[in-house]
């Protein structure tokens, strides 16, 4: 909710979603939509709960079987975790990627937010929705001199075109953040990071105590080597916490984002999500039209999925598909 979802789409060779359409998936990105000032009692049980409830719900009804494959990207897969502990029925699997489970983790995150300066209420009360640019200037701070270093890179190479598009890209969706709710805010800084309260199971959901527990569906957890922003142990921790029997830990070299969007992740990172993906998107049949026998739904002649209708900006966010596969209809991949 704090970069925008199109990281996953980023161009032509370095897109996520390009990948899976490859593979034969349909693929389908929340975008949560650019909060104003009307915004700023928006909860966390509104976005979490409610919004990314039902954009799961309209994913899901474009498959027989009514169950998506979900993915959720840092944020996005805390949230992802705290959903499906609630509301199981509609997950065939779960994709937690760089997501934050143990907050309390001795990062410099973690230290700020829990420092005795930091005062999120009076921060919260102050701007109502918390802007970009707090956000932006927190996760630069981690590390001071990236912006230097990138700067050096860029020099070096600025005769590649090819390099040139990447970086351009990658610089433009970095830039191109948005403000968050300031209830919800006031919530996932308190609850979360300051009382870590997630995998103890004092946390909530709209009343409703989130046992991680409760989590039975095959769930993958990544985690990266050189991940300033979620470390290791504290995206790890969702595997020892959760219910399911087929759950599996990757922990690969990378950073929180280089990790996820290049080159080498094409070869690395998400071959393996799709062949967790495939590993769990049992094939379902139907029967064909003059043929009286079931036939696997590969070769079938099936109605294509109905699309997905989007939704109405901020309350709730739109489900949008953007790109389809040309395989079996099979679950949707959200972040």
Same mark, same amino acid.
């Given at each position: 909710m704090i970069n925008r979802h199109y990281v996953?789409?980023?161009?032509?060779? /370095?897109?996520?979603?390009?990948?899976?359409?490859?593979?034969?998936? %349909?693929?389908?990105?929340i975008d949560w939509g650019t909060p104003g000032?009307? %915004? &700023?009692?928006?909860?966390?049980?509104?976005?979490v709960d409610t919004w990314l409830g039902r954009a799961i719900r309209v994913a899901a009804k474009t498959v027989p @079987?009514?169950?998506?494959?979900?993915?959720?990207?840092?944020?996005? *897969?805390?949230?992802?975790? =705290? @959903?499906?502990?609630? @509301?199981?029925?509609? =997950?065939?699997?779960?994709?937690?990627? #760089?997501?934050?489970? &143990? $907050?309390?983790?001795?990062?410099?995150?973690?230290r700020w937010t829990n420092s005795k300066s930091f005062d999120v209420d009076a921060l919260v009360n102050a701007v109502g929705t918390v802007p970009w640019q707090l956000l932006q200037s927190a996760f630069q701070m981690l590390r001071p001199t990236l912006?230097?270093? /990138?700067?050096?890179?860029?020099?070096?190479?600025?005769?590649?075109?090819?390099?040139? %598009? *990447?970086?351009?890209?990658?610089?433009?969706? *970095?830039?191109d953040n948005v403000a968050l709710p300031g209830e919800f805010y006031r919530r996932y800084i308190k609850a979360l990071y300051q009382d870590d309260g997630l995998l103890d199971g004092r946390f909530t959901l709209s009343g409703k105590r989130v046992n991680? /527990?409760? =989590?039975?569906?095959p769930t993958l957890a990544v985690s990266f080597e050189h991940d300033n922003i979620v470390p290791g142990p504290s995206a790890a921790a969702l595997i020892d916490a959760i219910g399911s029997k087929d759950k599996q830990h990757l922990?690969?070299?990378? *950073?929180h984002v280089g990790a996820v969007v290049s080159?080498?992740?094409? /070869?690395?990172?998400?071959?393996?999500?799709? #062949? $967790?993906y495939a590993a769990h998107d049992e094939p379902k049949k139907v029967s064909a039209p003059a043929v009286a026998r079931v036939v696997p739904l590969e070769t079938a002649e099936?109605?294509?999925?109905?699309?997905?209708?989007?939704?109405?900006?901020r309350a709730p966010p739109k489900s949008t598909p953007i790109k389809k596969g040309a395989g079996k209809p099979s679950p949707r991949v959200a972040r």
């Open positions: 996953l789409d980023l161009m032509p060779g /370095k897109s996520f979603a390009e990948f899976m359409v490859k593979a034969g998936f %349909d693929v389908s990105c000032d009307e %915004d &700023r009692y928006v909860t966390f049980d509104d976005v @079987h009514e169950q998506v494959h979900l993915l959720g990207y840092c944020m996005g *897969g805390t949230l992802a975790a =705290i @959903h499906g502990a609630v @509301h199981p029925e509609h =997950i065939a699997s779960m994709v937690a990627l #760089a997501a934050p489970v &143990r $907050f309390n983790d001795g990062s410099l995150m973690s912006s230097l270093s /990138k700067a050096v890179s860029l020099l070096d190479r600025a005769w590649n075109d090819e390099f040139l %598009d *990447g970086y351009l890209a990658l610089e433009t969706w *970095g830039n991680l /527990k409760n =989590i039975s569906f922990h690969l070299p990378g *950073g080159k080498h992740a094409a /070869k690395t990172l998400w071959p393996q999500l799709e #062949a $967790f099936v109605p294509s999925a109905p699309k997905t209708k989007p939704l109405p900006p």
